[in-house]
């Protein structure tokens, strides 16, 4: 079946016009006709019925309207993926936190381009949850986002980023070695929200003191985070990656605290479970022999 025939049929009736589906179509009106008087001998049915210039559309012809759109659909999408793919043979989609992109993503596209500096990347920041979905709909070659499952997804964690608590310089906690919990509740807290289970072990924390500690401020961006500790309007857990270059420059100071010994954020690759590209492939492989524990913001 010629799907030329199957597009001129669906064009006049979208126009209800042979003269305006034939210039859509950039053919003549003679030639319009004939591709549907040669649909009409290929289904065995008339589509039509023609009185003068004026036609309706037939019963069989009504009948037939919703396929042809879905041929014509699928026909389409099947021409967009083979181009897409042809395309896509030199590119990297890949998606990524805003964490991520700030601290992590640099330093392994480094190592990426060093290897593959032909490749064109394209990025996406945004949440774990919507990386994902792209991921799963092939809008995305890979994902780097935090600890995640699912049953159609491969992951490899990449980096385990310890939580501390950061203080400003200035702060009377700033020459303390170790806090208790209680003593960080009596303090404003910057609580930055990334939504992992490490991050609620926090909040689990706080749940059973007498006294819950003043979350002064809810934030979901890391950065801002640590600018209001260094603008000394409270304290914060943070992850350590974010803050190396303050504590080197000794603008912020860790605190321990006992209670949340092995807390930290897992940063993971992500991609559909047996389908990842060539390319893909290589960054992942690229990505496991980089060192992030040098990497300093």
Not at 6 to 34: C, G, L, R, W
Not at 90 to 112: D, H, K, Q
Request: glycine content about 6%.
């Amino acid at each position: 079946m010629n799907i030329e025939n199957i597009e001129a049929f669906a064009t006049i009736v979208h126009f209800n016009s042979f003269n305006k589906a034939a210039d859509a179509m950039y053919v003549s009106q003679p030639s319009i006709s004939a591709r549907i008087q040669s649909l009409e001998r290929e289904l065995d049915v008339k589509l039509f019925d023609r009185e003068g210039r004026h036609f309706t559309l037939t019963e069989k012809g009504k009948q037939f309207l919703p396929f042809a759109h879905q041929i014509l659909r699928t026909y389409k999408a099947g021409r967009q993926e083979l181009q897409v793919n042809h395309s896509r043979g030199n590119e990297l989609r890949i998606g990524c936190t805003v964490s991520g992109a700030n601290y992590l993503l640099p330093e392994m596209l480094a190592a990426f381009k060093r290897k593959a500096a032909g490749v064109r990347v394209k990025l996406l920041t945004a949440t774990s949850e919507t990386i994902l979905e792209k991921v799963l709909t092939k809008e995305l070659d890979l994902g780097l986002v935090r600890t995640m499952t699912h049953p159609e997804i491969d992951s490899l964690q990449v980096y385990e980023d310890p939580i501390r608590l950061y203080v400003n310089r200035n702060h009377p906690f700033a020459n303390r070695s170790s806090l208790t919990i209680q003593e960080v509740s009596k303090e404003p807290v910057i609580f930055f929200e990334c939504g992992s289970l490490d991050w609620t072990r926090i909040h689990r924390l706080f749940q059973i003191l007498d006294e819950p500690p003043l979350i002064d401020m809810e934030i979901d961006n890391l950065e801002t985070a640590k600018k209001l500790v260094l603008k000394a309007l409270g304290i914060s857990f943070l992850p350590d990656l974010c803050v190396r270059k303050e504590v080197r420059e000794g603008l912020l100071c860790p605190v321990g605290i006992p209670q949340l010994t092995g807390l930290s954020l897992r940063s993971h690759l992500i991609s559909l479970k047996g389908q990842v590209t060539e390319i893909g492939q290589l960054f992942l492989e690229i990505s496991k022999g980089v060192d992030l524990k040098l990497f300093s913001s």
